[in-house]
């Protein structure tokens, strides 16, 4: 069969757009504040790291085995509803144990679903764009929108109600996701010449080895900070409102990008922009840890949160979704999921645990700033020598 474009619906903006503000929503309630909560269960700094790597580990394990089944299936929002569901049902049990093994369940369980959904919605957005992918940004943004939502306001519902509702604000969002992929259609891939590519062929490209030790670099590098920069800011004597209002205002900075990435695309090749995120992670991790005393300086490095994830998430999205065309789409998307946020967040939540309990924050995050640093010579040197990108 001839592929004809009228066959191709119309992007559901608003439909795909509510999904990412729930989503985000729910990450917004739990990545700046889970690590407090489990502080006040009593548990200590490396316990904390090794359960956020736990959360991080999900990430490696449930796109990839989601992402095999919806590529075979050819049911992406069907998997996609499941894996909602699923989280609703593992993260039940919280409210009835505390203890560590128990607890390390719970969160291998309700993160292996979690984050089974995002990266096949993800190729399912990209699918309803088809040529306009450019304009995957604008949809995005409401994620991140939805995260500044939650880290503004939680802080308020923690003084009148405690921390301990924590649980169940993240429960009642994650009925929400469920809500929302009831209101979206699926949607097939779009014909690509490179559809009969295999998958084994693409993963042992030069240009895809490096961009996936890059991805895993530079996410292992966010383990100090999405474990332990609200602690940080605690234990450096701000309130818990201020806490909220540094990570609502680097999500805002990534919103203010969204906004601007498609003229970015226009002028600059997605190899330049990811190379060039993965440099500026690496002065914001050095700026925590050297200069954070500083309020203008500590406030211009979650300004850089814009392009250490924002720029860095939008332009790896794009070369996945390049390299990985057709059928691939949802295994390409799982394994950036699962080898960046997966393998890279697990490492580099597991390693700041152990630096954070033995030595000092300082020390953490310089090295989190050279893991980033790694990252960026690998797109900048190892990928150039294959004359393929460069900054």
């Given at each position: 069969?001839?592929?004809?474009?009228?066959?191709i619906q119309?992007?559901p903006?608003?439909r795909?757009s509510?999904f990412?503000l729930?989503?985000?929503?729910a990450?917004?309630s739990?990545?700046p504040?889970?690590?407090?909560?489990l502080?006040?269960?009593?548990?200590?700094a490396?316990?904390?790291?090794?359960?956020m790597?736990?959360?991080?580990?999900s990430?490696?394990?449930a796109?990839l085995?989601?992402?095999?089944?919806?590529?075979?299936?050819?049911?992406?929002?069907?998997?996609i509803?499941w894996a909602?569901f699923?989280?609703?049902?593992s993260l039940a049990?919280?409210?009835?144990?505390h203890?560590?093994?128990?607890?390390?369940i719970i969160?291998l369980?309700?993160s292996?679903?979690?984050n089974?959904s995002l990266?096949?919605?993800?190729?399912?957005?990209?699918?309803?764009l088809g040529?306009?992918?450019?304009q995957?940004?604008w949809?995005r943004?409401?994620?991140s929108?939805?995260?500044?939502?939650m880290?503004v306001?939680?802080?308020?519902?923690?003084?009148?109600k405690g921390?301990?509702?924590?649980p169940?604000?993240?429960?009642a969002l994650?009925?929400?996701i469920?809500?929302?992929?009831?209101?979206?259609?699926d949607q097939?891939?779009?014909?690509?010449p490179?559809?009969r590519q295999g998958?084994?062929?693409?993963?042992?490209?030069p240009?895809?080895?490096?961009?996936f030790?890059?991805?895993?670099?530079q996410t292992?590098?966010h383990?100090?900070?999405?474990?332990?920069f609200?602690?940080?800011?605690?234990?450096?004597?701000h309130?818990r409102r201020?806490?909220?209002w540094?990570?609502?205002l680097?999500?805002?900075?990534?919103?203010?990008?969204?906004?601007?990435m498609?003229?970015l695309f226009?002028h600059?090749?997605a190899?330049q922009?990811?190379a060039?995120?993965l440099?500026?992670?690496?002065i914001r991790?050095f700026?925590l840890?050297?200069?954070s005393?500083?309020?203008a300086l500590?406030v211009?490095s979650?300004l850089?949160?814009a392009?250490s994830?924002g720029l860095?998430h939008?332009?790896?999205?794009?070369l996945?979704?390049e390299?990985?065309?057709?059928?691939?789409?949802g295994?390409g998307?799982a394994?950036?999921a699962?080898?960046?946020?997966?393998l890279?967040?697990?490492?580099g939540s597991?390693?700041?645990?152990y630096?954070?309990?033995?030595s000092?924050?300082a020390t953490?995050?310089l090295?989190?700033?050279g893991?980033?640093?790694?990252?960026?010579?690998?797109?900048?040197f190892?990928i150039?020598?294959?004359?393929?990108?460069?900054?």
């Open positions: 069969m001839f592929y004809d474009p009228r066959m119309k992007p903006y608003f795909l509510l990412y729930v989503y985000f929503a990450l917004g739990f990545v504040y889970w690590s407090i909560y502080k006040t269960l009593q548990f200590n490396i316990e904390i790291g090794q359960l790597g736990l959360f991080m580990l990430k490696l394990l796109p085995l989601w992402g095999w089944v919806t590529d075979h299936s050819g049911k992406r929002l069907k998997w509803r909602a699923l989280s609703i049902v049990p919280v409210f009835v144990d203890n560590l093994y128990t607890m390390a969160m369980l309700f292996f679903f979690w089974a990266p096949q919605f993800e190729a399912l957005t990209l699918n309803y040529h306009q992918v450019h995957y940004s949809i943004l409401w994620g929108i939805g995260f500044i939502a880290v306001v939680l802080p308020l519902l923690f003084d009148d921390i301990e509702i924590l169940a604000v993240v429960l994650f009925m929400l469920w809500v929302t992929t009831g209101l979206i259609r097939g891939s779009h014909p690509h490179d559809t998958m084994s062929s693409v993963m042992k490209h240009m895809v080895i490096a961009l030790i890059a991805c895993i670099l292992a590098s383990g100090a900070y999405y474990t332990f609200s602690i940080y800011l605690e234990d450096m004597g309130t201020f806490v909220g540094m990570w609502a680097g999500v805002i900075a990534e919103v203010i990008l969204f906004i601007f498609y003229r226009r600059f090749r190899y922009l990811f060039v995120s440099l500026l992670t690496a991790w700026i840890a050297i200069l005393d500083k309020l500590l211009f979650q850089l949160h392009t994830y860095f939008a332009s790896a999205i794009h996945i979704h390299w990985f065309p057709g059928r691939l789409q295994r998307q394994l950036y699962g080898l960046s946020f997966g890279g967040g697990a490492l597991l390693l700041s645990g630096l954070w309990q033995f000092s924050a953490t995050f090295i989190m700033a893991i980033a640093l790694t990252g960026w010579l690998v797109a900048r190892m150039r020598r294959n004359s393929l990108w460069c900054v």
